[in-house]
Structure formats: structure tokens, C-alpha cells
């Protein structure tokens, strides 16, 4: 079991920047790939950007690739996202997930998901 509490949430405005954190207990962090998804208001969740056990290899979705960057920490037992440049339609939910297999933008082989942080983007 692994219990993750995702941080850093807010309102910001449009071109602004945030970081949100991912903090995981339970079992030993650095067996799993990360992951952090969305979920905007009224749509499917979405992939975001994903890294892996030992954060040498990322993956982003392209909305995302040149404003978001994955990281983590394995000694704080932690990943982050930084978030710039900032649009609107980044206002969602943000979950970050563990994967016991790879780093892969596929939800359904993530396995332990956090509660979510808010994150709004206002025009």
C-alpha cells in the first residue's frame, strides 16, 4: 500500500507559474514510475507527464511538453511538477500516481492515486 498527498494547488493567473508536490509513504518510493494526470472540469481524466524509478527518463503529454517539468527526489520520497506558463485550459485536478511497471501515459497501469490539488488558471 502507498499513500500519496499531492500539495502546491492554487489560483494563478494566466503565464504564471506553479509547483506541486507529491509526498508517498508506505512502501519504498523508489520501486515505482510516477505519474501526475488531470482531470479538467467536465472531461475524462488526462495524462500530464510521468518519470521514471530512478527519474532518469520522462514522458509528457505534447500540451504540456516545454512548460512542465517532472522530477523527484527519491530521498524525500517525493515528485514534483513545476508548471509555467500557465493557460486556462491547465485548470484541473491534479493527481499524482504510483506505477509498479513503467512510466507510461496509460492510467490503467497506475495503481495508487492521491486525492487531487486544484490547480485554477484564470484568463
Known amino acids: 500500500q502507498v499513500q500519496l498527498v499531492e500539495s502546491g494547488g492554487g489560483l494563478t493567473q494566466a503565464g504564471g507559474s506553479l509547483r506541486l508536490s507529491c509526498a508517498a509513504s508506505?512502501?519504498?518510493?523508489?520501486?515505482?514510475?510516477m505519474g501526475w494526470f488531470r482531470q479538467p472540469p467536465g472531461k475524462e481524466r488526462e495524462f500530464v507527464a510521468a518519470?521514471?524509478?530512478?527519474?532518469?527518463?520522462?514522458n509528457y503529454a505534447d500540451s504540456v511538453k516545454g512548460r512542465f517539468t517532472i522530477s523527484r527526489d527519491n530521498a524525500k520520497n517525493t515528485v514534483y511538477l513545476q508548471m509555467n506558463s500557465l493557460k486556462p485550459e491547465d485548470t484541473a485536478v491534479y493527481y499524482c500516481a504510483t506505477n509498479p511497471i513503467n512510466y507510461s501515459d496509460q492510467a490503467r497501469q497506475y495503481n495508487f492515486w492521491g486525492q487531487g490539488t486544484q490547480v485554477t488558471v484564470s484568463s
Open positions: 518519470i521514471s524509478r530512478k527519474g532518469d527518463n520522462t
Open positions: 508506505g512502501r519504498t518510493f523508489s520501486w515505482y514510475g
